[in-house]
């Protein structure tokens, strides 16, 4: 079979760890040249940084640029790093924090920590793609929200504002850039296992996350091939009249009684 994204050029943001680094490996696999933008290039749950296992194991050719999302600068950076391949005709705004919290006691440089990284990142992510995309004809962008950005959760109220904004941020960018050949689109997991969900929040692996395993219909967590496989979905041309839409993850959870 064809490779899907034969030819294609993808930056990806927190692509060193977890849902990025599946999504890299699944998208060079595929046949596209990859930018890994991450703070670190180790990944967070250890093994070879991301970049040197595709040009290892894969066909494709890959870089890491060190980007911090909360910098324009920086993203501005990886997105030129993409030139080297031939362009950016991929963007995934992948690279969020999560943090439980009381909300009483949430304090404003908290506040302003995860909205930088989970929100400004991805709207400065999707803006230095777009100029490039404009120019190139099209591209495709996708924004990792969750499940939290589709219901509200007492216990991370900062993540569930942050990931309701990038909801709504993918839908304002379809409509603003849909003229333009670029598709933008988010992805809405439940609960994947990373170190997001076994160290951060510490759900996967504890009494409690069996119980809650049970509550899914699918009667398991998502894993981050799940997410690479819905990414490489809407990143290929399987989804060429699929703009605006937000892809719910979650083994069926969300949606059902
Ligand atoms: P992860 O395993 O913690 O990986 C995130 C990667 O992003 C890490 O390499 C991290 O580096 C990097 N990063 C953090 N801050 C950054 C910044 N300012 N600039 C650039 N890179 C940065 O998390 P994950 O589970 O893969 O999550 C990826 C995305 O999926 C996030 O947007 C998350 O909200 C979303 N998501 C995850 C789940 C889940 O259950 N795992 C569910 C729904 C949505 P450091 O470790 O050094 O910070």
Redesign the pocket.
Known sequence: MDQLLSGSVAVI??????????IARTFAEEGADIVV????DA???GGTPTHEVIAAETGSEATFVK?????TD?LEASVEAAEEFGGVDIMI??????RGENFLEVSEDDYDQLM???VK?VFFGAQAAAKRMVANGGGSIIN?????GLEGTGEYVT?CT??GAVRLMTYALADALGSEGIRVNS???????????TD??E?VGTEEGEMYEQMIPSQR??T?QD?ANAALFLASDLADYVNGESLVLDGGLTNTG
């Open positions: 943001t927190g692509g060193s760890s977890g849902n990025g680094r599946a933008a991450d703070i670190r990944p967070r749950e980007c911090d999302v909360t910098e920086d705004n992948n690279a969020g924090i999560f930088d990284i989970n990142g990792l929200s969750s499940v939290a993540y942050s990931k992805i809405h997991p439940g609960v994947i296992e990373t170190m997001m969900t951060d929040v759900i967590f998502g981050p997410v």
